[in-house]
């Protein structure tokens, strides 16, 4: 799979410390695992060179624990996605122009994605994880093709990312991220399509994009295994 962004100056996301901060202050969570992996464990490991930076996101437990308990884990997943988006609401001009719940647009994890974050969630075992990620602050052209070591981002890690660095993302003048670790699957007869988000001028938007639709803004955020 090929991605382009189309910001050519390069911006870079906060210090790792303070992302982890942001997430535990918004949803009132421990960030003391988070800060002892990057003081122990983070100096010894080695930023793939297509990232961007190391990024926070929540972990699989957080984003369960802001559901109901008697409801799959595809609804789970809605209803955590969900709070991430009300925290964007409270913190920056954010606009979800999904239209309707995307549980009845059919919005898919795929696999990959939920078994590399389970991979590590069982290393890390905090609240707030740390994965080495790539959405764009660095411009130019990038280039992901899916991997052992690589796996396309969901709503919900993009989400997480977007809320840590607004400060750094209200200097794009456009950048658009493609959250490949989801898929919208509508009803028979509709187009197949990929849930985004689109940074301008300090305005957050998330949107379908329907599949054969193309843009040339448009990239796609993943992320590799720490």
């Not at 490991?45 to 369960?64: G, H, K, N």
């Not at 890390?124 to 070591?149: E, M, V």
């Amino acid at each position: 799979m090929k991605s382009r962004h189309s910001n050519h100056q390069k911006r870079g996301p906060r210090p790792i410390e303070e992302q982890v901060q942001t997430l535990a202050a918004a949803f009132s969570l421990s960030a003391d695992r988070a800060l002892t992996f990057i003081a122990t464990e983070l100096p010894q490991l080695t930023l793939p060179s297509d990232a961007d930076r190391w990024f926070a996101i929540l972990s699989p437990t957080t984003l369960e624990r802001a559901s109901p308990t008697r409801c799959d884990a595809d609804r789970r997943y809605y209803e955590g996605l969900y709070l991430i988006f009300q925290r964007l609401t409270q913190s920056c001009s954010f606009t979800n122009n999904a239209l309707i719940p995307l549980y009845k647009r059919r919005l898919f994890q795929r696999s990959e994605t939920i078994a590399a974050i389970d991979q590590v969630a069982q290393r890390q075992k905090g609240d707030i994880l740390i994965i080495p990620a790539n959405i764009g602050f660095g411009g130019g052209t990038s280039l992901w093709r899916s991997g052992d070591k690589s796996f396309g981002l969901r709503s919900s890690e993009v989400a997480c990312i977007i809320l840590s660095n607004l400060e750094s993302l209200r200097k794009f003048e456009n950048l658009e991220i493609e959250c490949a670790g989801d898929e919208v699957n509508p009803e028979c007869g509709s187009v197949k399509g990929v849930p985004c988000f689109r940074c301008k001028k300090g305005m957050i938007t998330y949107y379908v994009n329907e599949l054969g639709c193309g843009r040339n803004s448009l990239g796609t955020g993943y992320g590799f295994f720490p």
